[in-house]
């Protein structure tokens, strides 16, 4: 049994869509971002960074959302969302959800959040270098995909595939969306089309990027 605490459309997005698309039993629970509730002592004890998802598994706290992706995948193998351990499929799986999680998640961070890395007073800055360093990472998963596509793992999805879904979602309003590029753009349309997007949307009560 799964819990997961979420905010529509943050990082929990990917981790709720997942819990969707294995039919896992979950409660969820919604956080109210600019109520705060995410920096209450309750949820703080189980998020120390006071950030969303967390995810109880029996109870037990999970955060990062790269890693909830990870385990949802191998716990439910029957669904096939990550190759089997030691193959080099799962080494190139391996790759792109750390890429992923640790190139381009970051950047967008410093794009929405762009007084934590160096002030108030060096936001325009820091939003124009996070802004160029997500377009460099759309530009490498693009000529990724062209060579070897058309998913992260070539004819198959993977559980990589949602997370770099939910992330071009993000840069939806960015002066350069990842859906501009015809392979991503391509991937997104196949991804929004499955029937598991449309309730996660519902559910969030999201419209944008339908
Ligand atoms: N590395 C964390 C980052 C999570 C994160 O940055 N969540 C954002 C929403 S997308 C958040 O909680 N923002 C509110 C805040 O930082 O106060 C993860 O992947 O779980």
Known sequence: ????????????????????????????RKLDLAAREHKRPEYLALNPAGRVPTLLIHGEPMTEAAAMVMHLADAHPN?????????????????????????????????????EAAGPEHADAVRTHAARTIDAAWDQVEAHLVRRGPYLLGPSVSAADFLLTMLMRWSRNLPRPATDCPQLGALAQRMKARPGFRLLYEREGLQEWA
């Open 79 to 115: 669904f096939g969302l990550a190759p089997p351990p030691g193959t080099v499929e799962r080494a190139r799986y391996y790759q792109w959800i750390v890429f992923l999680a640790n190139t381009l998640q970051p950047a967008f961070r410093h794009f929405y959040y762009p007084e």
């Open 1 to 28: 049994m799964y819990t997961l605490y979420y905010a529509p459309g943050t990082a929990s997005l990917v981790v709720h869509w997942l819990l969707i698309e294995i039919g896992a039993r979950h409660e969820l």
